[in-house]
């Protein structure tokens, strides 16, 4: 298990995909399943940077896990901030036309179909959501 | 993320290199809204772009409304995890993706 802590900034994006992308390299992971899971993070962390610390800043700590005998990545990403569940959010309806849709709510779906599971929980003062991916 | 601007008359390619997040999606925007008011057809080369986020959606969709209003859009070379992302959140369905 590896973590790091990082600042909940978008300028911190680079860094975040870099400490990730380094991981997955390391687990032997497909290229494709390396950017799917990278965009689930970015989904997460962005998410975290923009609302999670309404008066100023925070940070984020994301934990990497990686079990050699299932082949299964884990990520954990948890904040300080205020509560909030991303899960909550209904999802996009993704069959309405140009017109129709709405800017919102991509993100978090994008996790949800990306990963094998994604949960959340809410301890000790501190936001945690945890996703797993079979790669 | 990089982004090569070629125009031929009323057509222009948008050759797009790199990675498409939350910090470069901008980029993307801004050249969109840049586009000469007399343009007909934009076309996005993805050949050397390998990352899309729902930042670079949130841009294309914008694109893609804009387009349907001058002209035509659309997008070639998009890699098999661009395409991915596409299809899990229907914008395979909006674009027009050769």
Do not use: W
């Not at chain 1, 904040?79 to 919102?104: C, E, H, M, V």
């Not at chain 2, 990089?2 to 948008?14: F, H, Y």
């Not at chain 2, 002209?71 to 369905?93: N, Q, R, S, Y």
Request: glycine share 6%; charged share 30%; hydrophobic share 40%.
């Amino acid at each position: 298990m590896t973590e790091k802590i990082f600042p909940a900034d978008t300028d911190a994006l680079e860094d975040v995909l870099g400490f990730i992308e380094t991981e997955l390299e390391k687990a032997d992971c497909p290229v494709k399943n390396i950017t799917m899971i990278s965009v689930a993070i970015e989904e997460v962390f962005v998410n975290v940077a923009h609302y999670a610390y309404p008066d100023g800043t925070g940070d984020v700590k994301i934990e990497f896990d990686f079990d050699e005998n299932e082949r299964t990545v884990m990520l954990r990403i948890s904040d300080k901030g205020i509560p909030f569940d991303p899960l909550n959010k209904p999802d996009p309806d993704i069959t309405l036309s140009a017109q129709q849709r709405q800017i919102g709510g991509l993100g978090i779906f994008i996790t949800k179909k990306t990963m094998d599971n994604v949960s959340y929980r809410y301890e000790n003062g501190e936001n945690i959501l945890t996703m797993t991916k079979k790669i | 993320m990089n982004i090569n601007v070629e125009k031929n008359n009323e057509s222009v390619t948008l050759k797009l290199e790199g990675r498409m997040d939350t910090t470069t999606a901008p980029m993307l925007e801004k050249e969109i809204n840049a586009l000469p008011e007399d343009t007909k057809d934009l076309i996005l080369d993805m050949n050397a772009l390998e990352y899309v986020s729902s930042a670079g959606l949130r841009v294309l969709l914008a694109a893609q409304k804009k387009m349907n209003e001058l002209g035509t859009m659309k997008l070639i070379g998009v890699c098999d995890a661009v395409m991915e992302v596409f299809e899990m959140t229907g914008f395979a369905d909006i674009l027009v993706i050769e």
